[in-house]
């Protein structure tokens, strides 16, 4: 259970997911991919790449998590980690922005750099 | 049910909506718990109150014909028809993923969302719905200025715009952000130029309304739109008096955002809905916040009979667009010619080439306003706009026009609407003449202006 205080994890996970909507919103434009669509309300942000598959990633306040569902990789669950400042899955001790950024330049087909460590 | 009834109620002048007209009119004769007993005694009240004879005793049980359009509007009776199911068995949160209460009212909203965006040539998740245009001018103005606040700290907007734009821009002023009310010209329009030395590096959004609602006026709103694209500052409108009624297309006018009220498009009231773009995204920071419905920027259930109701409007606004279009057309002319031909002194205000039709606004010479309304007993009319009628000034927008607050304080503002008739055109014209004569020969300054004396060297005494 991580101990990061509910206010510290608030910002945190708030600040990573709007970050990214914002982010892959831009990319959106710029690219003009076929149903591509994304929307964030609730804390649940919503990745549509159209056949490439949909990415659902959220807030998990009482685990004071990210999780993910990826269409390539699966769930995973993220703590952030105060020290490195970024969100880590324990197992791997990959970050979340790694997986993104591979996955997504992956599926797009170009290099993307998303603003999330 | 209900509609079975009104097709029983005889018709009216409006070919297509005849037997809505007369609905309507009835309903409001009536009360609406009556409706299904009425009959033949009925149809002729309705009839009755359209006797031209300048008379000024008001039947017992007969309303005013009605001709401030701008104000509000009736409920068009196929859009109750529409309502009825969502006030009575489907009355599920929209909002429900668990049961089928909550789906077939979500489907129903998402429906609305489709009917509104094809009025407007956006995409359905482009509107969120709101209480009202008030509503949605709040959060569109405030919104996106507070969203890009530590970037940019300008708004434009004009000196004619609704009460809920300049005073949202006066709380952000207040806020820190600088605001230009750009003035307009003696027609009603602002002028491109103006806009253009107005525009900053730091300007946020400018916000110029669609048609005015006190003179009719309509703005260039598709240069407006390529004017602030190419600079990329965001774009409102405020098209409370314009949805439905001029053709409207949010891709092709560069619009970023839209106000739409619901009442004044013969929907209901305490509904409306604001059209926030996506491509390019316009952010905005929300001032109703909550369980983050509609996309985070609006919280709060969303009013399913409101939204139905709202949805079916702008579907009938679609598809009745030319033959209310070419009514109020019609309706005005019919208005105005038969005024001006009959009584002198009268001056339209607004530019005539850039006008909706219906709205028309007008100011007698020597004649008070207050009190050519109080004669017009039988009609329903007003003097200025509805937002403003507390205080006791003459109307900011006349005065904005540059017309002498004399000729401010004597405009009186018809409104023509779906459910006019010409019969009731022709009673307002005779009326009209009647009363601005009799209130003339009672006029000091008509008496004066009749002598051959200039108005203006008249020294008045302080008292």
């Given at each position: 259970m991580s101990s990061l205080s509910d206010s510290v994890y608030y910002e945190k996970s708030s600040e990573a997911l709007e970050n990214l909507t914002e982010s892959l919103e831009d990319i959106g434009d710029q690219m003009e991919i076929d149903d591509y669509d994304i929307e964030y309300s609730s804390g649940v942000l919503t990745l549509k790449l159209?056949?490439?598959?949909?990415?659902?990633?959220?807030?998990?306040?009482?685990?004071?998590?990210?999780?993910?569902?990826?269409?390539?990789?699966?769930?995973?669950?993220?703590?952030?980690?105060?020290?490195?400042?970024?969100?880590?899955?324990?197992?791997?001790?990959?970050?979340?922005?790694t997986l993104l950024n591979r996955e997504i330049s992956e599926a797009l087909g170009a290099e993307v750099d998303l603003p999330i460590k | 049910m209900f509609s079975r009834t009104l097709r029983t109620l005889g018709a009216r002048a409006a070919a297509s909506t005849s037997r809505i007209a007369t609905a309507a009119n009835l309903t409001r004769t009536q009360g609406l718990s009556t409706t299904t007993r009425l009959g033949a005694t009925a149809a002729e009240a309705v009839t009755n109150h359209n006797k031209p004879t300048g008379s000024t005793d008001l039947e017992k049980n007969t309303m005013p014909i009605y001709l401030d359009a701008q104000a509000t509007t009736p409920l068009d009776p196929r859009v109750l028809d529409a309502m009825m199911p969502y006030m009575t068995e489907s009355y599920g949160n929209p909002h429900s993923r668990t049961h089928k209460y909550g789906w077939e009212t979500e489907q129903a909203v998402d429906k609305a969302r489709e009917q509104i965006a094809s009025l407007i040539g956006a995409h359905p998740k482009e509107i969120i719905f709101t209480s009202g245009a008030t509503e949605a001018n709040n959060t569109a103005i405030k919104g996106v200025a507070r969203f890009y606040k530590g970037k940019k700290n300008h708004i434009i907007t004009a000196q004619t715009e609704h009460k809920c734009v300049l005073d949202s821009c006066r709380v952000l002023q207040e806020e820190g952000f600088e605001v230009t009310y750009l003035p307009v010209s003696k027609g009603g329009r602002i002028s491109l130029d103006d806009l253009k030395e107005a525009m900053r590096p730091t300007t946020a959004l400018v916000s110029i309304m669609t048609v005015n609602n006190e003179i009719g006026v309509v703005q260039d709103i598709a240069e407006i739109g390529r004017m602030c694209r190419e600079r990329r500052i965001f774009f409102h409108t405020d098209a409370a008096q314009a949805a439905g009624k001029i053709p409207l297309d949010v891709n092709a006018m560069n619009i970023d955002l839209m106000s739409i009220s619901g009442h004044k498009l013969y929907g209901p009231k305490g509904v409306g809905a604001l059209y926030v773009r996506r491509r390019p995204r316009v952010r905005l920071e929300p001032i109703i916040t909550g369980g983050g419905q509609e996309r985070?920027?609006?919280?709060?259930?969303?009013?399913?009979?409101?939204?139905?109701?709202?949805?079916?409007?702008?579907?009938?606004?679609?598809r009745e667009f030319e033959y209310d279009y070419a009514h109020v057309t019609k309706l005005a002319q019919r208005l105005i010619g038969g005024i001006q031909s009959r009584v002198t002194h009268v001056v339209r205000n607004g530019d005539p080439a850039h006008m909706y039709p219906g709205c028309v606004n007008l100011s007698f010479s020597f004649v008070e306003g207050e009190s050519l309304l109080m004669a017009l007993k039988n009609v329903a009319l007003s003097s200025g706009s509805a937002c403003t009628s507390a205080s006791l000034e003459p109307s900011y927008v006349l005065r904005a026009l540059g017309a002498e607050d004399d000729m401010a304080h004597s405009s009186i503002r018809f409104g023509l609407g779906r459910f006019t008739t010409e019969s009731e055109v022709d009673y307002v014209v005779d009326n009209v003449e009647a009363h601005v004569n009799r209130l003339r020969e009672m006029s000091p300054l008509w008496e004066m202006f009749q002598e051959g004396i200039d108005l203006k060297t008249i020294q008045w005494s302080q008292h």
């Amino acid at each position: 259970m991580s101990s990061l205080s509910d206010s510290v994890y608030y910002e945190k996970s708030s600040e990573a997911l709007e970050n990214l909507t914002e982010s892959l919103e831009d990319i959106g434009d710029q690219m003009e991919i076929d149903d591509y669509d994304i929307e964030y309300s609730s804390g649940v942000l919503t990745l549509k790449l159209g056949a490439k598959g949909t990415y659902v990633i959220n807030k998990q306040p009482p685990n004071k998590q990210i999780w993910i569902s990826s269409p390539v990789s699966g769930p995973e669950r993220y703590d952030y980690d105060l020290e490195r400042g970024a969100w880590f899955c324990r197992q791997k001790d990959e970050s979340l922005g790694t997986l993104l950024n591979r996955e997504i330049s992956e599926a797009l087909g170009a290099e993307v750099d998303l603003p999330i460590k | 049910m209900f509609s079975r009834t009104l097709r029983t109620l005889g018709a009216r002048a409006a070919a297509s909506t005849s037997r809505i007209a007369t609905a309507a009119n009835l309903t409001r004769t009536q009360g609406l718990s009556t409706t299904t007993r009425l009959g033949a005694t009925a149809a002729e009240a309705v009839t009755n109150h359209n006797k031209p004879t300048g008379s000024t005793d008001l039947e017992k049980n007969t309303m005013p014909i009605y001709l401030d359009a701008q104000a509000t509007t009736p409920l068009d009776p196929r859009v109750l028809d529409a309502m009825m199911p969502y006030m009575t068995e489907s009355y599920g949160n929209p909002h429900s993923r668990t049961h089928k209460y909550g789906w077939e009212t979500e489907q129903a909203v998402d429906k609305a969302r489709e009917q509104i965006a094809s009025l407007i040539g956006a995409h359905p998740k482009e509107i969120i719905f709101t209480s009202g245009a008030t509503e949605a001018n709040n959060t569109a103005i405030k919104g996106v200025a507070r969203f890009y606040k530590g970037k940019k700290n300008h708004i434009i907007t004009a000196q004619t715009e609704h009460k809920c734009v300049l005073d949202s821009c006066r709380v952000l002023q207040e806020e820190g952000f600088e605001v230009t009310y750009l003035p307009v010209s003696k027609g009603g329009r602002i002028s491109l130029d103006d806009l253009k030395e107005a525009m900053r590096p730091t300007t946020a959004l400018v916000s110029i309304m669609t048609v005015n609602n006190e003179i009719g006026v309509v703005q260039d709103i598709a240069e407006i739109g390529r004017m602030c694209r190419e600079r990329r500052i965001f774009f409102h409108t405020d098209a409370a008096q314009a949805a439905g009624k001029i053709p409207l297309d949010v891709n092709a006018m560069n619009i970023d955002l839209m106000s739409i009220s619901g009442h004044k498009l013969y929907g209901p009231k305490g509904v409306g809905a604001l059209y926030v773009r996506r491509r390019p995204r316009v952010r905005l920071e929300p001032i109703i916040t909550g369980g983050g419905q509609e996309r985070g920027l609006r919280s709060g259930t969303v009013p399913s009979p409101l939204v139905v109701g709202l949805g079916a409007a702008a579907e009938l606004a679609a598809r009745e667009f030319e033959y209310d279009y070419a009514h109020v057309t019609k309706l005005a002319q019919r208005l105005i010619g038969g005024i001006q031909s009959r009584v002198t002194h009268v001056v339209r205000n607004g530019d005539p080439a850039h006008m909706y039709p219906g709205c028309v606004n007008l100011s007698f010479s020597f004649v008070e306003g207050e009190s050519l309304l109080m004669a017009l007993k039988n009609v329903a009319l007003s003097s200025g706009s509805a937002c403003t009628s507390a205080s006791l000034e003459p109307s900011y927008v006349l005065r904005a026009l540059g017309a002498e607050d004399d000729m401010a304080h004597s405009s009186i503002r018809f409104g023509l609407g779906r459910f006019t008739t010409e019969s009731e055109v022709d009673y307002v014209v005779d009326n009209v003449e009647a009363h601005v004569n009799r209130l003339r020969e009672m006029s000091p300054l008509w008496e004066m202006f009749q002598e051959g004396i200039d108005l203006k060297t008249i020294q008045w005494s302080q008292h």
